[in-house]
């Protein structure tokens, strides 16, 4: 069963069982896939897993910069909710590597491309990412890149 497949069958599930909260975040994240769908010319083919996978990753994203804003102005009430959106949509990335995972990748990589020094970083950025796929936080990476290569 394809990504799609599967939010849209968790969709229809939350809304029959009275999740309405569940039911309203997947009916978002369908409505943001669609939209991409239709912005790519993909509407009759649709987007690939990997595609969802980074779509979701985005409105993660969005989620916990939300919530930090909401927290910085003092509304907990409005940040606990993005981050409970956050979750709800995290079930439909691949489970996350640890630190150390994504550390390790990442000097295997400084090593293979010879990589000396902060100019190198994008280079390296670029190549870790495209080995761990959306299965590492890019912002993750980028800091250990850093560190690295500092």
Known sequence: MS????????LKTALLGGDRFRGEVLRGLKSVILNEEVAQS???????????????????????????????ANRPELAKNERAEAAVLNDYLP??????????AVTKTIAE?????????GQV??????ELGNSADGALIAQLVKKALS
């Open 125 to 130: 950025i670029g190549a870790v990412k495209k």
């Open 95 to 104: 489970a996350q590597l640890s630190e150390a995972e994504i550390s390790a």
């Open 3 to 10: 990504l799609k497949e599967r939010i849209n069958n968790d």
């Open 42 to 72: 993909k509407r009759e083919t649709g987007l690939s897993d990997e595609n969802i996978e980074q779509l979701v990753a985005r409105e993660i994203k969005k989620r916990n910069e939300s919530a930090a804003i909401y927290d910085g």
């Open 113 to 121: 491309l010879g990589a000396s020094g902060p100019s190198a970083m």
